[in-house]
Each structure stands twice: as structure tokens, then as C-alpha cells.
């Protein structure tokens, strides 16, 4: 399996484009899945200097509502004229992040999506084929992530907290590896990759994906207990973890303190072969 970040906040070198967003494409004997398609169309250009044809695409998976995430769609659309997009149906909403200095700012999906006929929505759980299970609905809350407190949905007119029933995961098996990708994991890390452990009792090898750890605490030393609490958990699981995106580059290093190469930052223009 090759698994190639399209898109990150950050780049292996000034070849490649960055912002903040995730791309992934994953590659296996059976498909070519694009997960997640950025905040625009520059995913496109980091995939052609690394001679992936986008156009081969046959599987698309949006991992929640966010333009960080789904805001590369059109383009996408564009370039591949035939791949499904999967979502969940709650992705659709309207989505919005409370700042700091007192503007709710609009961070959802266009509206106009979902009239667009590729576009399949699911509630729940669901499964692509027998090597490819789509979760959702994570309800636990070990090791929630404050940054989460910022973010809402509307609902009636008014803006509530986003319990992220829109996010979705992928969890890929080929080869006896099992293989998890989390966009931001908004429900939290530990809370998905128990789920995911739930679909695979032989547990899983690689998480790939954010923890969304950016900016979680305002105070450094409390972000330091968060990540280092957090880190011992997650050596718990036998597997290894590549993130970024909304970990942010400052928590990957406390991550990393702790868990040393068992985690890893995956950068835009990284390729993973597993």
C-alpha cells in the first residue's frame, strides 16, 4: 500500500504547496482512494509532481463538513470524472468557528453540494468492499481535545456545539495490515482508534491523520500535560501513528518527546509505502 500526503499545513520542500488543510492519497492492489481533498484545488498540483493521476481516482472519502477538508472538492470533481465522494449526511450542515476576537466565522461545506449526484451520503457505519470499513458515530471522550470548544453547528438558527456526528474514519486492511486515517479526529484520537480496534481484533498497525491538538490549551505547561498524559495512552496501542494538519507542528514535538519514532510528522509531499 502507498499512502502519499497531498496536502498538509506544511510541505517536505518549497516544491511542493502547503496550507492548512489534509490531503490523502492511498493506493492499494484493488483502489486508488483520495481521503479528504484540502481547502482548494492546489492538492491537484502536489499530485501531479509526485505522477499520481488524480483522474484514476475510484474512491473519495470526505472525512467531516470542514473547508479545510472539502473545500478542494470542486476541483476534484473536476479532474475525476467518475469517483464517488462519500460523506456523512450530517456533513452537509452548517458549520462555524467562534474567534477570539468575536466573529463566527463560516468554516462548512458549499450548500450547493448537495444536489450534486456523486456526492453519497451515509449514516453511520458502512462498508466499500470487504477490505475498506468507513466508521462513524464515536461517541467517547477520553482525552478531548478544548480545541474543540471553539467550533459549532447551527441548528434552528442557533449555534450549538458540534458533537461531530459528521466525521467519519477509514479503516483498510490489505496484506494483514490494518490501516486507520482520521482527519482531524475531532472525537478524539483514543475514542476512534478504540472503535477502529473494535472493527479489527487483531488491532491496528498505522494511524494516519490530526489529532486536533492546536492551540487545545493557551497556556504552554497545561498543552504539556495534555500531550504527555496523552502520549502515554497511545503508546498503549501497538501501532505506529504519522500525523499533522491540526496536531500542529508545536504538539507533534511534546507527542513526540514521549513516544520518540513511534509517531512521526507527515508532511505534504511525503510518501509512505506499508
Not at 504547496?17 to 493506493?27: I, N, Q, T
Not at 468554516?107 to 449526484?117: A, D, S, T, V, Y
Not at 449514516?123 to 471522550?141: C, H, S
Request: aromatic share 8%; charged share 20%.
Amino acid at each position: 500500500m502507498k499512502i502519499v500526503a497531498l496536502m498538509e499545513n506544511t510541505a517536505i520542500s518549497q516544491e511542493f504547496a502547503c496550507s492548512h488543510g489534509l490531503s490523502l492519497y492511498l493506493e492499494t492492489k484493488n483502489h486508488k482512494i483520495l481521503f479528504d481533498m484540502g481547502p482548494d484545488g492546489r492538492f491537484l498540483e502536489n499530485a501531479e509532481k509526485l505522477g499520481i493521476d488524480i483522474s484514476k481516482v475510484d474512491i473519495a472519502i470526505l472525512s467531516h463538513g470542514h473547508y479545510d477538508h472539502g473545500g478542494g472538492l470542486t476541483a476534484f470533481l473536476e479532474a475525476n470524472s467518475s469517483a464517488p465522494v462519500h460523506i456523512q449526511k450530517k456533513a452537509l450542515g452548517e458549520f462555524y468557528a467562534h474567534d477570539p476576537d468575536g466573529v463566527n466565522r463560516y468554516i462548512g461545506l458549499p450548500p450547493e453540494w448537495k444536489e450534486n449526484p456523486r456526492i453519497v451520503c451515509h449514516t453511520g457505519d458502512y462498508k466499500l468492499d470487504a477490505g475498506i470499513q468507513i466508521f462513524a458515530g464515536v461517541t467517547g471522550r477520553e482525552y478531548y481535545s478544548p480545541a474543540n470548544d471553539s467550533l459549532f453547528a447551527s441548528m434552528n438558527g442557533r449555534h450549538i456545539p458540534d458533537l461531530f456526528m459528521h466525521e467519519q474514519n477509514l479503516l483498510l486492511k490489505e496484506g494483514g495490515k490494518m490501516i486507520l486515517a482520521a482527519g482531524c479526529a475531532h472525537n478524539g484520537i483514543v475514542n476512534i482508534l478504540k472503535k477502529a480496534e473494535s472493527f479489527a481484533p487483531s488491532g491496528i498497525d498505522y494511524v494516519i491523520g490530526g489529532m486536533h491538538l492546536m492551540h487545545a490549551y493557551p497556556d504552554e505547561e497545561k498543552q504539556k500535560i495534555f500531550c504527555k498524559s496523552l502520549a502515554k495512552e497511545l503508546k498503549e496501542h501497538p501501532c505506529r501513528y504519522y500525523t499533522g494538519h491540526c496536531t500542529s507542528v508545536e504538539a507533534y514535538e511534546m507527542l513526540h518527546e514521549e513516544m520518540g519514532d513511534k509517531i512521526l510528522y507527515l508532511s505534504a509531499g511525503s510518501v509512505l509505502e506499508i
